[in-house]
């Protein structure tokens, strides 16, 4: 937590919300790129065309988010709650999503190439059309969910749980099926 994601600039004085209550809250198109947003409570909030370019959610709570073609490239959501949160066009290259929850959440159609989704709980997650080539999925809980149409190319999914996913039509190419449950 907290490294630098390479080729992502971070503002010399950025946004501070550490901690901030803003559920409910319309930061529709909001630029908060590089922002300090650790533990902060956007509960049903809307994100939606927002700049997060580089920001720290860090253990934040967005269950129920809307962040549809959100900019979310290089941010670290580590330990966050995005519970049935919406993600679809999302822009999410090399975002760090380990140990978050994702249950239920629409990730359909969304950009997340190199990605880190380790112990990532993904259960009944729409990952429909989606891009995911070089992610991590290591140890993640994917049961139930539908990857229909998505690009896997060269995921990892070592000791992933794969049960009743749907895999229909996907790209699998150099994917890692290492010690996965399918």
């Known amino acids: 937590a907290g490294e630098r994601t390479p080729g992502v600039e971070k503002p010399t004085n950025?946004?501070?919300?550490?901690?901030?209550?803003?559920?409910?809250?319309n930061l529709l198109g909001a630029n908060l790129a590089g922002?300090?947003?650790?533990?902060?409570?956007l509960k049903d909030a809307i994100l939606a065309g927002a700049d997060l370019l580089?920001?720290?959610?860090e253990g934040a709570n967005l269950m129920g988010a809307a962040l549809q073609n959100a900019c979310l490239e290089g941010v670290n959501l580590m330990g966050a709650n995005l519970e049935r949160a919406n993600l679809q066009w999302a822009s999410a290259n090399?975002?760090?999503f380990t140990d978050?929850?994702?249950?239920?959440?629409?990730?359909?159609?969304?950009?997340?190439?190199?990605?880190s989704f380790i112990n990532a709980?993904?259960?009944?997650?729409n990952l429909r059309i989606a891009t995911f080539m070089g992610a991590d999925f290591e140890g993640a809980n994917l049961e139930f969910s539908d990857f229909e149409g998505a690009n896997l190319e060269s995921a990892n999914f070592r000791e992933a749980s794969l049960v009743k996913a749907n895999l229909e039509r996907t790209n699998l190419f150099r994917a890692k099926f290492v010690q996965t449950t399918v």
């Open 14 to 25: 950025p946004t501070i919300l550490e901690g901030a209550i803003l559920e409910g809250a």
């Open 100 to 115: 978050v929850n994702l249950e239920g959440a629409n990730l359909e159609h969304i950009t997340a190439p190199s990605a």
């Open 121 to 125: 709980n993904l259960n009944n997650a």
């Open 54 to 57: 580089g920001a720290d959610l």
């Open 94 to 96: 090399q975002v760090d």
């Open 35 to 41: 922002a300090n947003l650790k533990g902060v409570i």
